[in-house]
């Protein structure tokens, strides 16, 4: 048996200028209906879906109900708008639209949802509408007094809309409509109410953008990982005719809250050279939710982090203070203690840890919990390296064949040997090979040093001395 959902959605916030109106949420709510069936349409005021072929996959009408109303819910409140969605169900598509119309006109009643079919009125059928009076003065006032009618009398009384929504709301004709489709991409324009001259008023109209956007992500299940706002410029100037700006992200999200504010951080240092009419929005780089959780472990999204995380914080910084100002270090494959690690844009350190090397990161966690002992025997190493370096070695004084830095200094351990033909460059040059044996010493304050024993000369001497330096501080 055939399944059809008739929803409107009402829009209820007490504002000035929502981000929405009523006929964008029509369409939002058809394009997060997507996300359930393919089969939907926007018919008069509502929206239509088919369900029947989806109804075992979420696990009846019942569950696949609740988890549209909830994606709804949060649809709506991610936005800051308090929205009425009306349902209703029927065999068939005029059947569930008549039934949608009834109960917006009598309230909340518990019957007015379960409506029979022969007692639905007649101004219900939006075919019937042309005909009301002539259908009033036979008597015709509810769906079974019209299907009574002679079918060869109605023909020629009547066009022939009225009959085919007779045998469509029976089931004797097949639904046809024009199926939404969501492009495979989101681009779209906006004209604003007036023109702007200071960036940061953009919001206003990228905001309404935003959340169209959001609603299309929901429809293809999908992530937003990299969007273009262009902004155009009034041609009576002799400017260039759009300004542009790329905002990504390291999460795919369907949460647009923390884009929004990556957008208004960098507008925030942007200068219009000329007032803009217009603004546009088009996803750069979407990613599958299917992807995404795999990256998670859970194809829930409740069962995916929460709020704004380092992740989300390291960007905002960035966006807001410029990526020179907030770094990221990054390991070297390198045994000399200097080439460790180097320090790179903090946002460019997120970027690289990109799906694949994450699912490599998956399985490879997957094998060493397999077989620990291989997994420790891997990393295993005799070295203790500090948390703090710095920036040029301290040359230290001895006493005897030991180091000195405020006062005596008792040895720990070492020494660790390393050694390179060609090591730092200083003022341009590059130094010969230098060999180095590290040392963990304790000072009188108690904290602990790394210092190391370089051997000076060259390595012909056969007679050759050593200094002492101070190279890092462990935590």
Request: hydrophobic share 45%; with cysteine.
């Amino acid at each position: 048996m055939r399944c059809w959902i008739a929803l409107h959605t009402s829009i209820i916030t007490e504002a000035a200028q929502p981000v929405m109106d009523e006929t964008t949420a029509q369409k939002a709510v058809a394009s997060i209906a997507l996300g359930f069936t393919p089969r939907v349409a926007l018919v008069d005021e509502s929206v239509l879906m088919d369900v029947t072929g989806s109804l075992r996959l979420f696990g009846g009408l019942a569950c696949l109900m609740q988890l549209l109303e909830r994606q709804l819910k949060v649809f709506f409140e991610s936005n800051r708008l308090d929205a009425l969605t009306v349902r209703t169900q029927g065999a068939t598509s005029l059947i569930a639209l008549g039934r949608l119309r009834v109960l917006q006109e009598q309230g909340a009643r518990p019957d007015a949802a379960r409506k029979r079919v022969a007692d639905l009125p007649m101004h219900t059928l939006t075919a019937a509408r042309a005909h009301l009076g002539v259908l009033e003065r036979i008597g015709c006032r509810t769906w079974d007094d019209l299907l009574r009618l002679p079918r060869d009398g109605m023909a020629r009384r009547f066009d022939a809309a009225l009959l085919e929504a007779l045998d469509r709301a029976r089931g004797a004709v097949a639904d046809d409509y024009a199926w939404l489709v969501l492009p495979e991409h989101f681009e779209e324009k906006l004209e604003l109410d007036a023109l702007v001259e200071h960036a940061p008023a953009l919001m206003a109209g990228i905001e309404r953008l935003l959340v169209k956007l959001q609603a299309w992500l929901l429809g293809r299940q999908s992530g937003l990982c990299a969007l273009k706002v262009t902004w155009h410029l009034d041609k009576r100037r002799d400017v260039a005719p759009t300004g542009e700006l790329d905002i990504r992200t390291a999460n795919p999200a369907q949460d647009l809250r923390h884009m929004t504010r990556l957008v208004s951080e960098h507008l925030a240092q942007q200068t219009l050279p000329a007032p803009v009419h217009s603004v546009s929005l088009q996803s750069l780089i979407t990613e599958s939710l299917a992807d995404a959780a795999a990256a998670t472990g859970s194809l829930l999204m409740e069962a995916r982090k929460h709020g704004d995380g380092a992740l989300e914080l390291v960007e905002r910084l960035s966006a807001r203070l410029g990526d020179d100002n907030v770094l990221a270090w990054q390991a070297c494959a390198d045994h000399r203690p200097e080439e460790m690690q180097r320090w790179i844009h903090a946002r460019d350190a997120i970027r690289s840890m990109t799906l694949p090397a994450r699912l490599a990161g998956s399985r490879k966690r997957g094998r060493d919990e397999k077989n620990p002992e291989a997994s420790a025997a891997g990393t295993r190493t005799d070295a203790l390296y500090p948390a703090w370096l710095l920036r040029q070695p301290l040359r230290l004084k001895s006493a005897g064949e030991s180091p000195v830095y405020q006062g005596a200094l008792r040895q720990l351990a070492g020494p660790q040997r390393l050694e390179a033909p060609l090591w730092l460059r200083s003022g341009g040059e590059t130094r010969p090979r230098v060999l180095r044996d590290y040392f963990i010493y304790r000072s009188e304050q108690g904290s602990l040093l790394w210092i190391f024993r370089e051997r000076l000369g060259r390595p012909s001497d056969t007679l050759r001395q050593h200094a002492w330096y101070l190279h890092g501080f462990f935590a």
